[in-house]
């Protein structure tokens, strides 16, 4: 009951019967007589058939947790953001100064959903800010709450 | 600390500290049927705390911290104590837990053999797994499962059950008779009220399942089942698990056991008591 | 009432003498359980006391915390190795620090050690070669703000740190171990010659370089947080190698006074080494943790940090450096 | 400059769960948990046994598969994949 029908029309690569843990898809190949060649796709130059499983610890934080994002994050405190969300120089011609207060998950979240303003901001520094909330990469203050954000979760 | 409560939650032991009274007393009232943490050492410490001293008092905000913590936590107002106290004990859960593979699910129990419910929060597996322990299910747990990769077992996890929003009335009409926390409106995550499992659920707490449905429950949508491929329902699970790649080796053989021995079923639902009939027709069926 | 324990020499005695826990009761495991994950050193405490009578709800926190280690021994050599094979066309030393070092080596410093990012030392004139080589293979800056960038690469003694992509790890590129900044300026040219290699080509310091490393980080750089872990390597390379040459090699490195320091208060701390006056400051700041983990002595924690600003920067420059700080925040 | 090899995990190097279009795989060296499609395990088990050059490996692939779409740039950036996941190392 665990197959669906998608895996019966397309034979499992690897296993072998009873391959278990260690064994290789080409080791009965190659070590015996095959009695049947199987088709074996290379794909295009651009399909990936590699995906790595990483941490996930964001899906679980949005629930376990009240979490907030700083803007900018304490290692570019002062820093001004410009409309596109980058941060720039303090004082910079037409972007905006820091927020004086981090904002709470449930504000990022509505404002990235449905376009409202995040609180004490109007609606251009609100998206300067929401761009650069989009923009969080790994290892910046916030990038986990962010990252929590973006799971469908109910 | 100031004042101290400690308990025990299936298998883990909490040691909770708090600048304050309050949250300690609401625990020691919520948790009293339960035991404290084995040979009296718990496995995590989790504090309560005002950023600064002055916080006790003016406008006083509840820092979330202990053995784990994250920088991005937010501190919660102290009318909101026992949330903040729930939060810490579920970070220390998603951030130090290794003895078993952590699933972000809810379970229920019949004749040994437990459903796992997982993939949404809010008005779904929360209120899905009380009103499963309605019709006579045992309640194991509402937001992890801990599965023991050394013998494909789940624990249970019964912590106080937390309802959200419309949740909260299905709930408390499915157990009129349930001690409830306090109701916390206009929490991060909208109206909150605590729910103590029931006797049952705690009495047997220390008794593992096998499981044998592996559901992901959708709410707001027609009635529908359809089985979810393997490498999905394997890469779901490896994200709604915290600790599945903290874990290594012992991760991957727990949950690559887990998906090839129990189907795993998407299910879509419009109410909850349709979601309950779904999940007991699939046991029907198994 | 709970005991208070407030100080976290339990710790370090029970590091040093694991038959110490044999009088522990719960609360005492308890609160020295919370210290040591406080301190990071959970997984070492869980070594040095494998296999002695305790609690069974202990052994099996302990047994955890040395599968954690375990993993992270794992995860952090791995990182090493695709450091290993990225830099592999640069043709320079990369010699592994710290933590990774310690395992990489198989040392008892490394035994149960909690690792974090990957540190590595490479010849100042091949920086810029192993920047392009990293950023080639998936890692990331961190910090795109220019300021820092600057601030890093004129004063600091390594890159500003990158991360990699996929694997969410960072790394360290060291070109000294001390800032530039620092009024003492080791000889790196000579630590590289000195180091020793692994049998997959990476290297590590000489034991007696790894020593005068920690003693430089913890007294003439950092304001002593992670103090304990620091000394507990100290201990460890020396019990492994002894101190033979090390003063003569610390004194090269214009580093007698740190490295004399941290074997007196590694003595103090973990023996019955007598400690001056200013010795027990430090030990006051490295063991100020109480029984919930919290951080204590918030006056001498302060004045430690304070000093490791004056310790990393010239008069002016610290106040230049405080003052585009204070105008940023 | 003689071509590159490419050399997989020793033998008890991974751990391998197949799914159903996909395989689970367990790098042990790394702790790593990675989902492969065809043809990426088929290569792994090649490489694990030995390491070879990109023309080689294609030459075994034609002697034991039919290969669909075989072109040398197409097994090339699946070399490039594994190797970037640190499953395959290159020489």
């Given at each position: 009951m665990s197959d669906d029908t998608r895996s019966d029309q397309d034979p499992?690569?690897?296993?072998?019967?009873?391959?278990?843990?260690?064994?290789?898809?080409?080791t009965g190949d190659s070590a015996g007589t095959p009695t049947r060649r199987r088709v074996l796709a290379l794909g295009a130059v651009t399909a990936g058939a590699v995906v790595s499983i990483r941490p996930a610890l964001a899906q679980t934080v949005g629930s376990v947790l009240n979490c907030e994002i700083p803007v900018p994050d304490p290692s570019r405190a002062g820093s001004y953001i410009d409309p596109d969300g980058k941060t720039v120089p303090a004082r910079t011609k037409g972007a905006f100064p820091p927020s004086p207060r981090a904002f709470k998950g449930e504000e990022v979240k509505r404002a990235m959903a449905n376009g409202s303003t995040l609180p004490g901001t109007d609606s251009q520094r609100s998206r300067a800010y929401v761009n650069y909330i989009r923009r969080l990469q790994r290892g910046q203050g916030g990038f986990t709450c962010f990252a929590s954000l973006q799971m469908p979760r109910g | 600390m100031r004042h101290a409560f400690s308990v025990r939650i299936g298998p883990v032991g909490f040691r909770i500290g708090s600048d304050w009274r309050a949250p300690i007393a609401a625990l020691e009232t919520l948790y009293r049927d339960y035991p404290g943490p084995r040979d009296g050492v718990a496995d995590f410490t989790v504090r309560l705390f005002a950023r600064r001293p002055w916080r006790r008092f003016v406008r006083p905000s509840v820092e979330i911290g202990g053995d784990y913590m994250l920088p991005e936590a937010a501190p919660l107002p102290l009318r909101q104590g026992v949330l903040a106290a729930e939060m810490a004990m579920n970070l220390q859960m998603a951030l130090g837990a290794r003895r078993y593979l952590l699933l972000h699910a809810s379970a229920v129990e019949r004749d040994g053999r437990a459903v796992l419910m997982t993939g949404i929060s809010g008005a779904g597996k929360s209120t899905l797994a009380t009103l499963l322990a309605a019709k006579g299910w045992r309640f194991m747990g509402d937001e992890f499962a801990l599965l023991d990769p050394a013998t494909g077992l789940v624990h249970a996890f019964p912590r106080l059950i937390s309802l959200k929003n419309e949740g909260i009335a299905a709930a408390e009409a499915a157990w009129p008779a349930a001690r409830m926390g306090p109701l916390l409106r206009a929490t991060p995550k909208g109206d909150i009220r605590h729910m103590v499992p029931d006797a049952r659920a705690i009495a047997a707490m220390d008794t593992p399942a096998a499981p044998a449905l592996l559901a992901f429950p959708r709410y707001g949508f027609a009635n529908e089942t359809r089985p979810v491929p393997p490498a999905e329902a394997f890469v779901r699970m490896t994200q709604a698990s915290t600790n599945y790649v903290a874990l290594g080796e012992a991760g991957f053989r727990g949950l690559t056991g887990l998906i090839a021995q129990v189907p795993s079923v998407a299910i879509d639902y419009p109410d909850g008591m349709s979601a309950v009939a779904q999940v007991e027709a699939l046991w029907s069926a198994l | 009432m709970v005991r208070v324990v407030n100080d976290a020499r339990i710790l370090a005695r029970a590091l040093a003498?694991?038959?110490?826990?044999?009088?522990?009761?719960a609360d005492g495991w308890t609160a020295l359980l919370a210290m040591a994950r406080a301190e990071q050193l959970i997984g070492t405490l869980a070594m040095r006391v494998d296999g002695l009578a305790m609690p069974a709800a202990v052994k099996a926190i302990l047994d955890d915390a040395r599968a954690a280690a375990e993993h992270g021994r794992r995860a952090a050599l791995w990182e090493a190795e695709m450091a290993r094979r990225a830099l592999a066309a640069v043709d320079c030393p990369v010699v592994l620090l710290k933590g990774t070092a310690f395992v990489a080596a198989g040392l008892s410093a490394g035994q149960g050690r909690s690792i974090g990012d990957l540190d590595i030392l490479v010849p100042r004139e091949s920086i810029d070669r192993v920047e392009a080589a990293l950023l080639a293979a998936g890692w990331e800056w961190v910090k795109p703000d220019p300021y820092d960038d600057a601030y890093y690469r004129r004063w600091m003694h390594e890159l500003p740190p990158l991360i990699h992509r996929e694997r969410d790890r960072m790394i360290d590129v060291h070109h000294?171990?001390?800032?530039?900044?620092?009024?003492i300026t080791p000889d790196p040219v000579a630590l590289i010659d000195d180091s020793v290699p692994l049998e997959n080509g990476l290297r590590t310091l000489s034991p007696n370089a790894m020593l005068i490393h920690a003693a430089a980080h913890l007294?003439?750089?950092?304001?002593?947080?992670g103090g304990l872990r620091n000394l507990w390597d100290i201990r460890c390379l020396v019990e492994e190698?002894?101190?033979?040459g090390l003063a003569a090699d610390a004194g090269r490195h214009g580093l007698s006074a740190q490295v004399a320091r941290s074997l007196r208060i590694v003595d103090a701390l973990f023996g019955a080494g007598e400690a001056t006056v200013i010795d027990r400051l430090y030990i006051r700041r490295v063991t100020a943790r109480d029984g919930w983990g919290r951080p204590t002595r918030p006056v001498t924690r302060l004045a430690f940090y304070i000093r490791s600003h004056w310790l990393r920067m010239p008069p002016a420059m610290l106040a230049r450096h405080l003052w585009t700080k204070f105008r940023k925040a | 400059m003689p071509d590159a090899l490419y050399r997989g995990p020793p033998e008890d190097g991974l751990l391998i769960a197949p799914l159903d279009a996909f395989t689970a795989v367990y790098h042990r060296a790394s702790g790593i948990t990675h989902l492969l499609t065809e043809p990426a395990p088929h290569i792994l088990a090649i490489l694990q046994e030995r390491a070879l050059s990109l023309d080689s490996l294609l030459d075994r692939l034609e002697r034991d598969y039919d290969l669909a779409d075989g072109t040398r740039e197409a097994l090339a950036a699946r070399l490039d994949e594994l190797v970037e996941a640190g499953l395959v190392a290159r020489l």
């Open positions: 499992i690569p690897v296993a072998g019967p009873d391959t278990g843990s260690a064994a290789g898809p080409a | - | 003498d694991p038959g110490s826990v044999a009088g522990l009761d000294t171990i001390l800032p530039l900044t620092a009024r007294f003439a750089d950092g304001d002593l947080a190698f002894g101190t033979d | -």
